[in-house]
C-alpha cells in the first residue's frame, strides 16, 4: 500500500514537471521568472516570490482537483460507476492523453495574455503579487496541460485511498512539478548566477523526449488497461 502511494505520488510529481516545461506553461513560467528577476536587489524577496508563486499554483490546483473529486464521489450514481468501472475508464482515458502528448490529437484553448494593466497590478503586489501570478498562471490551461491535469491526475485522485490523498497531496505535488523550474530559477536568479538561456535551451530538447516517451508509456498502459478490464 505504502509503496503503491509513493509511485503514484512520484508519477503525479513528474506529470507536474511534464507540464511545467510544455512550451505553453514555460511560457507561463518564462514570465513567472521574469517578474522575479526584477527584485534581484533582495535575494529573500526573489525566493520568497518562488515559494509564493508556487504555493500559488499548489493553492489552485488542490481546490480544482477537491471540488472535481469531491462533486463526482458526492453523486452516489457516479460514485458507485467509478468506484467499479474505474479501471475500465482509466485505459481509455490513458490512451487519449498519450495521442495529446505525442500531438496525434489537438484541441484548441484560448491562451493567457500577460497585459499592461495586469502586470502592474502584479508588480504592485509584491510577494503576494508573485502568489497571484502562480494561481492565475495555474488557470490558463493549455491542450498538454489540460490533458495531464484532466486526464491523468484527477483519474489517479480518484483511485486514491483517502480524501487527503485525492484532494491535497496529489494535487499539490503536481502543483509543486508545475513550478519546478521558477524555484529553481528563482535561487538562480537570487544568487547571481548567468546560465538561466542554457537551462531553457535543454528544457526546451527535454520536454520534447520526455513528453514524447511518457505520452508512448500512457498509450502503452492505457491499452494494457483496457485489454484486461474491458475486453
Given amino acids: 500500500m505504502i509503496d503503491s502511494m509513493i509511485t503514484v ?23 513567472a521568472i521574469s517578474y522575479l528577476g526584477k527584485r534581484t536587489g533582495a535575494i529573500r524577496n526573489v525566493i520568497l516570490g518562488g515559494i509564493a508563486y508556487t504555493s500559488g499554483r ?3 490546483y488542490v481546490v480544482i482537483a477537491f471540488a472535481v473529486v469531491e462533486t463526482l464521489f458526492s453523486i452516489s450514481a ?7 468501472s474505474m479501471n475500465k475508464i482509466l485505459g481509455p482515458v490513458l490512451i487519449v492523453t498519450g495521442m495529446f502528448l505525442l500531438e496525434l490529437l489537438t484541441l484548441n484553448i484560448p491562451g493567457f495574455a500577460m497585459t499592461g494593466t495586469l502586470q502592474r497590478r502584479v508588480d504592485s503586489g509584491g510577494i503576494w503579487g508573485a502568489g497571484f501570478l502562480g494561481i492565475l498562471f495555474a488557470l490558463s490551461f493549455c491542450p498538454v496541460s489540460a490533458a495531464l491535469f484532466f486526464g491523468s491526475l484527477i483519474p489517479l485522485s480518484l483511485q486514491a485511498r483517502t480524501r487527503i490523498q485525492s484532494g491535497i ?17 528563482a535561487f538562480f536568479i537570487a544568487f547571481g548566477m548567468n546560465s538561466l538561456g542554457r537551462m531553457f535551451t535543454f528544457l526546451t530538447r527535454f520536454e520534447r523526449w520526455s513528453r514524447r516517451i511518457t505520452g508512448i508509456v500512457f498509450i502503452v498502459v ?10
Avoid: E, K
Fill in 9 to 31: 505520488a512520484l508519477t503525479v510529481l513528474w506529470l507536474g514537471i511534464l507540464t511545467s516545461i510544455s512550451p505553453c506553461p514555460l511560457a507561463t513560467n518564462i514570465a
Fill in 222 to 231: 492505457g491499452i494494457y488497461y483496457s485489454i484486461r478490464y474491458i475486453f
Fill in 78 to 84: 457516479v460514485s458507485m460507476f467509478l468506484q467499479t
Fill in 169 to 185: 497531496l496529489y494535487p499539490s505535488l503536481y502543483g509543486i512539478g508545475t513550478a519546478l523550474p521558477v524555484i529553481i530559477c
Fill in 58 to 60: 499548489m493553492l489552485t
